[in-house]
């Protein structure tokens, strides 16, 4: 899975056959928000995560920008469901690699904050809490995520986005700590400003 994702993100340039006359899409002093959906894989708790994410962009240099992205956790699918809630918000660098025309690939390192409440007080090995889901508090946890992804850009006012993140991280609440470690993967529309 890891080798296709590269192999399309160093060959989509030539499979769209861009070329470097084409207009300026990305350059200093552009504005972007972004909306899509976004499914992740939690490698250690083995659960599937829906989320609606979101980010803005505002690039200070034509390779350099400061993004800041939100995940709204929706529910879990197929297999376990440690978490009720599961939101998470990240910020940080994006290193904007070798844009040629309208085609903008990136990679960056992203600090954020989980805001989450687990399902159960048994999210580690053998479980030996007797708890009331009520008594659970709402747990607040560092994360850093690593980024790698382009933009696409059809119109001076729209474009498609795709992004992979891992996600690294753990969850402690009053009962628990256990990995968030986790796979996210988005594509969505954003829309352009200045």
Not at 3 to 25: H, N, R, T, W, Y
Not at 127 to 135: D, G, I, K, Q, R
Not at 143 to 160: A, D, E
């Amino acid at each position: 899975m890891v080798k296709k994702l590269f192999f399309i993100f160093l060959f989509f340039p030539v499979a769209m056959q861009v070329s470097a006359g084409e207009d300026v899409f990305i350059h200093k002093g552009l504005f972007c928000a972004r909306g899509s959906l976004a499914y992740g894989h939690m490698t250690k708790l083995d659960a599937n995560n829906i989320f609606l994410s979101g980010n803005i962009e505002y690039y200070f240099e034509d390779r350099i920008s400061l993004r800041g992205d939100g995940y709204f956790f929706i529910d879990s699918y197929k297999g376990k469901q440690p978490f009720n809630t599961l939101h998470s918000l990240f910020s940080g660098p994006i290193f904007h690699v070798a844009p040629i025309g309208a085609f903008d690939p990136y990679v960056g390192l992203e600090c954020g904050i989980s805001i989450a409440k687990a399902t159960s007080p048994c999210l580690g090995d053998p479980c030996t809490n007797n708890v009331l889901p009520e008594e659970m508090k709402t747990g607040l946890n560092p994360l850093l995520s690593p980024v790698i992804g382009f933009n696409y850009f059809g119109t001076k006012w729209f474009h498609i986005t795709f992004d992979a993140r891992y996600i690294a991280g753990t969850f402690s609440d009053n009962y628990n700590s256990a990995p968030l470690h986790e796979i996210r993967l988005s594509f969505g529309l954003g829309f352009n400003l200045f």
